[in-house]
């Protein structure tokens, strides 16, 4: 029997199937790593369904092996070929995610902090031998950023922040397990466009899952999202705008997914190819006393109070000196790579 009074956060987590079968799969996985069902206790073989997992685990031991099979091939489908969901999802208890929530923000307010304080030039982190300044040049060279210094400024940095997290074996201090930052992803990061698609595939396809984890509705996180925009384009008296690429060269379907769900909250998308210039609409111009406009059509336009970018920051104005080594060295890689250039 669930007590359906406790609180349950149900995470679907987008990942290949083959990665979630090495995670889920107690009987491959490494003897040191923490059952996320069954838990591990240390010095012992006793294990109990975690308090996270009940009833899950038992709606997901109802489905047969071929049943399983065909839920991950419906939700590729289902996901326009773009992801595939695990049959058994990942599932985090309200305390577990309070941590996870909390450890994030630091983080992302550490990475936040040290760009405002290498943008803005002071660069305290030197003085105070953080990071030596060889390491940051090092850095910066090789991605191709050493020229944004220029441009930059502490006050207009602004990113999306969403870390890959593992927990690792369990220990004596951390007995079940103590949550890890594997990598750091800011700016143009995926999966911003899929949580809310990720929960109608789940809820389709196994509904019992939903009726018993009593997890948060996505639809709530873009709502605060979204309202945060317009907040600061009124700001600046004018509307929010997401700029991304055109469909025709997107990655996958998500981009598709992000106009849709932002459109739902009142944010109009702007789509483009930097490489060919479009007069198709929306679209967006500079006046004279460098004002941006969204043009929706011909005669009919507003202030842009403010901008989001979802794609790479250097392809948003290509022609801009900041931008430049950092293209041709994109460029210069994308040619030496065999087959992309014809021999001919």
Request: hydrophobic content about 35%.
């Amino acid at each position: 029997m669930v007590n359906l009074n406790k609180k349950f956060i149900l995470l679907i987590i987008l990942v290949f199937i083959t990665s979630c079968s090495t995670i889920l799969n107690r009987k491959i996985a490494s003897e040191n790593a923490f059952d996320e069902v069954y838990g591990t206790t240390l010095n012992s073989k006793v294990k109990e369904v975690r308090i996270p997992y009940l009833g899950i685990i038992d709606a997901h031991n109802k489905l047969t092996e071929k049943q399983k099979k065909e839920f991950e091939q419906t939700s590729l489908k289902l996901f326009e070929g773009d992801n595939a969901l695990a049959s058994l999802p990942r599932v985090l208890s309200q305390e577990e995610y309070n941590l996870i929530r909390k450890g994030t923000h630091q983080r992302a307010k550490a990475i936040s902090a040290f760009l405002k304080d290498h943008y803005s030039g002071k660069k305290l982190y030197l003085d105070n031998e953080i990071i030596p300044k060889a390491v940051i040049d090092r850095i910066t060279e090789r991605a191709g950023e050493s020229e944004w210094e220029k441009y930059l400024t502490g006050e207009n940095i602004s990113f999306w922040y969403g870390p890959d997290i593992i927990r690792g074996p369990p220990t004596k201090e951390f007995p079940e397990g103590k949550f890890f930052i594997v990598e750091d992803n800011p700016s143009f990061i995926g999966g911003m466009g899929d949580l809310l698609k990720a929960r109608e595939i789940m809820d389709k396809l196994n509904p019992e899952y939903q009726k018993i984890a009593n997890s948060p509705d996505p639809n709530n996180f873009y709502k605060r999202l979204t309202d945060t925009y317009k907040k600061k384009a009124q700001k600046y008296k004018g509307v929010a705008v997401v700029v991304q690429y055109t469909r025709e060269i997107a990655a996958d379907n998500e981009d598709k997914r992000i106009k849709e769900l932002f459109s739902r909250f009142g944010i109009e998308t702007v789509e483009f190819d930097p490489l060919e210039p479009s007069n198709k609409f929306p679209k967006l111009t500079v006046d004279e006393n460098d004002i941006t406009w969204l043009v929706k059509k011909v005669g009919i336009k507003e202030k842009v109070g403010y901008v989001i970018g979802n794609l790479n920051p250097a392809d948003l104005e290509p022609t801009h000196p900041v931008n430049r080594k950092y293209l041709l060295k994109e460029v210069a890689e994308w040619a030496i790579i065999p087959g992309n250039v014809s021999k001919k």
